[in-house]
């Protein structure tokens, strides 16, 4: 495809944890290896989390400094194409006047999460692309808005959305019958996680540890959406159905725990190990050691992803995949359109779940080998990228 240049927002210095790096510098570095001229762009408007003091700030001396440094190890010459903006308008990363040299000439910009705010002058990009990350959550006004009842904040959010001009979702099932994301007001194109394969590449042929890990937030700060009238909520909604699974099983089950308020005893008394999530993930590259450490990953999924069958499929648990760490992972309805069964165990109840676990524990080699498989075959950023590409220049 001919060289474009490309701008790619993100939050990986607004949440300076490793996970939330990965997710948003794979675009970066991916459109980068295809040859592309590509640029990230952190304008959200509002300030920095500081994960030590657990607070918000608008000094981000130590978030910029913690992306530079990511992505000149990650790549050379990397960091020297990013821009953070912060909430006084203050400029880190590329000055002001490269950024807009680089605003004129684009040709696509990539708002993923929603998560930058559209200047008049971003307006101005010939295609300015919707990422939706958190399927449901993004569309839960649209059933009020339709049905003319949205309160102002609706309205707002769903004007910002429809300034974009082509439209993507993790929910890859957002649109189908049997999904109940709300429909109408946007086409949804279906799309998923890039990953850089060779970033993920040296993790050693035998983990360090026998231990089924993840890296979570436990509980989200806002409410889950409410939708039809039913109450949405996050990923320890479905975690509290699986709290006897480490009693039924002589695999190790850790959890890399943060967010909200969690039942440490409880989940303790019940057999989890816990580790703090934000010492598994204070850098990038602590959390791919934390990932290459493990034997493979064990997770369930938001509420609102499961209970819509959206489709929806973790960044997290690719990375996990495509460092040959097999994954028993909650089905979201992503087995509809993905092959399971080797390297990643699908399930739906603690049966499953337990039967993806002793799978994985009697033939590790077998499943480690369909893992970077599935990994190649479903999340290559070149494949990745390239269609994402095509499909919002088409």
Same mark, same amino acid.
């Given at each position: 495809?001919?060289?474009?240049? =490309? ?21 970066? /570095? ?11 762009? %952190?304008?959200?408007?509002?300030? !920095? ?13 130590? /978030? ?7 992505? %000149?190890?990650?790549? @050379? ?28 000439? &684009? ?23 919707? =990422? ?10 649209? @059933? ?41 007001? =946007? ?7 890039? =990953?850089?394969? @060779? ?11 026998? !231990?089924?890990?993840?890296? +979570? ?7 889950? @959406? ?10 320890? $909604? ?15 089950? %850790?959890?890399? $725990? ?8 409880? +989940? ?32 369930? &999924? ?42 990643? +165990? ?12 002793? &799978? ?10 369909? !893992? ?23």
């Amino acid at each position: 495809m001919k060289k474009r240049t =490309i701008i790619v927002s993100g939050l990986a210095a607004t949440y300076p944890l490793g996970g939330v790096a990965w997710d948003y510098i794979q675009y970066l /570095h991916g459109f980068y290896r295809l040859g592309h001229d590509v640029y990230y762009l %952190e304008d959200t408007g509002g300030w !920095a989390y500081d994960p030590f003091n657990v607070t918000f700030v608008d000094d981000l001396t130590y /978030h910029t400094k913690y992306l530079g440094d990511f992505l %000149e190890r990650l790549q @050379p010459g990397l960091e020297k194409r990013f821009c953070v903006i912060g909430p006084d308008d203050r400029h880190w990363g590329m000055s002001a006047e490269e950024l807009a040299g680089v605003v004129a000439r &684009a040709d696509v910009f990539f708002n993923i999460s929603t998560t930058c705010q559209l200047r008049e002058s971003y307006a101005k990009i010939p295609v300015k692309v919707l =990422i939706d990350s958190d399927p449901l959550y993004t569309q839960s006004g649209f @059933p009020s808005f339709l049905a003319g009842t949205a309160t102002d904040e609706e309205k707002r959010n769903i004007a910002n959305m429809l300034r974009h001009d082509v439209f993507f979702s993790f929910g890859e099932n957002v649109g189908q019958d049997f999904c109940t994301v709300p429909k109408g007001i =946007i086409d949804w194109i279906p799309t998923r996680q890039p =990953i850089v394969l @060779p970033s993920w590449s040296g993790a050693s042929p035998k983990p360090a540890r026998d !231990a089924f890990t993840t890296v +979570l937030s436990w509980q989200p700060a806002q409410k889950g @959406p409410l939708v039809g009238g039913v109450q949405y909520g996050g990923k320890n $909604l479905e975690f509290e159905k699986m709290l006897d699974l480490p009693q039924k099983t002589a695999a190790v089950l %850790e959890l890399a $725990l943060g967010g909200g308020q969690p039942p440490r005893e409880l +989940l303790e008394e019940k057999g989890w190990t816990l580790r703090d999530g934000f010492s598994m993930s204070q850098t990038p590259w602590v959390y791919r050691d934390y990932i290459w450490d493990s034997f493979a990953e064990f997770s369930t &999924a938001k509420n609102a992803y499961v209970a819509t069958t959206s489709g929806w499929f973790s960044c997290r648990t690719a990375c996990y995949l495509a460092s040959g760490r097999p994954a028993v992972v909650q089905d979201t309805g992503y087995s509809r359109f993905m092959e399971v069964g080797e390297g990643v +165990l699908a399930f739906a109840n603690e049966a499953e779940a337990l039967a993806g676990i002793e &799978a994985v524990c009697a033939d590790w080699d077998r499943h480690s080998a369909a !893992a970077r498989a599935f990994a190649a075959r479903y999340f290559d950023s070149d494949v990745v990228l390239a269609k994402l590409l095509a499909d919002a220049l088409a």
